[in-house]
């Protein structure tokens, strides 16, 4: 099933803030080779020294997601805790995290290398993550002939990794803070159920009210535009000037690109969403040059492996043995 909502509305807010290519920061959870060959994999930083120093201090989480509605490139789920105490006083009062809508691409970038950058408070106090989900792997489980692992489905499942992969290191998380995808009732029921030590609050518009949130949603949307960067720099010099914009379909950059980049046969490579609407549209359409017909298991006029067995007459009698070698085997032969 192709995306609906995102596939169609472009995010002008995203748009907007395009993160110009000398504006990006290459965080460390850049890593090159999985973005290039579109394999989806988790970065955690290191655990912060103000909480190694004392794993039994409570802490704060919050998770949040870049890049749900583009044709190109990855989504990214970010996630970030730090001690309770200090969840407004250092990341609004100080830093002033927010939306990352809200926030240029250079005060972005600005923020996210100081967290990275060692001897910083936000270094001291804060560890991150961000889980890649590359447009390969997002369009195999959408498109999954078995049954479409839709893209809620997928974004629950990067939450839920990225939560378990930080309790897995033993920090004591206390609370969690998550930005919706659907209904934030059934949302938090499913992770209360997960992790029933845990006060969680899953809320609309959380990257705005929630700080821990909005500075993971920083972390999601700073890994995006690096990775995105880094599928440009590969790949849209075949596809002639003007790059391909922001990666949404409705960006006319974009919708341009991937006319002008289209293999007849293969499409193109792993950082676009073959699932979405686009994508598919322009596979299907006349103007593609060639058409590829895959045949379904289980059809009737399906050829059969025992087809090009030797010795069936035609209406298939005989056991298999006697008929093996083309010749049926009598006691005259003996």
């Not at 560890?127 to 002939?145: C, E, F, Q, T, Y």
């Not at 593609?288 to 492996?305: I, Q």
Request: negative net charge; hydrophobic residues 40%.
């Amino acid at each position: 099933m192709a995306e609906t909502m995102e596939d169609t509305i472009m995010d002008t807010a995203d748009i907007e803030q395009e993160t110009p290519p000398d504006a990006v920061f290459m965080a460390p959870s850049i890593h090159t080779s999985d973005v290039l060959i579109g394999r989806s994999y988790a970065h955690y930083s290191p655990i912060p020294s103000l909480i190694s120093a004392d794993m039994s201090t409570a802490c704060v989480l919050g998770v949040d997601e870049a890049g749900r509605g583009p044709v190109l490139g990855p989504m990214v789920y970010g996630l970030l805790y730090l001690p309770l105490p200090l969840h407004t006083s250092l990341l609004a009062s100080t830093h002033h995290f927010d939306d990352s809508k809200v926030l240029t691409p250079q005060v972005r970038s600005a923020l996210m290398r100081t967290l990275c950058t060692p001897a910083t408070d936000l270094h001291a106090s804060c560890g991150w993550a961000a889980k890649v989900m590359s447009a390969r792997d997002i369009a195999a489980g959408m498109l999954r002939p078995a049954g479409a692992y839709n893209l809620n489905a997928q974004a629950m499942d990067a939450t839920i990794e990225l939560i378990k992969g930080v309790l897995a290191q033993g920090v004591n998380v206390a609370e969690i803070y998550i930005d919706t995808i659907g209904s934030p009732a059934v949302y938090q029921r499913k992770l209360e159920r997960i992790f029933p030590m845990v006060q969680i609050t899953v809320a609309k518009k959380a990257d705005s009210l929630y700080p821990c949130v909005s500075a993971a949603s920083v972390c999601a949307k700073v890994t995006r535009d690096a990775a995105l960067e880094v599928c440009a720099e590969a790949v849209v010099g075949a596809g002639g000037e003007g790059g391909w914009g922001s990666g949404y379909p409705s960006d006319a950059r974009c919708s341009g690109w991937l006319k002008r980049s289209m293999d007849p046969v293969f499409g193109w490579g792993s950082e676009t969403r073959f699932s979405w609407g686009t994508a598919k549209e322009l596979l299907e359409t006349k103007s593609a040059p060639l058409r590829v017909e895959w045949p379904v298991e289980g059809e009737e006029d399906a050829t059969k492996m025992t087809d090009f067995f030797a010795g069936r007459d035609e209406e298939g009698e005989g056991d298999e043995l006697s008929n093996w070698y083309g010749r049926r085997v009598t006691e005259e032969v003996f």
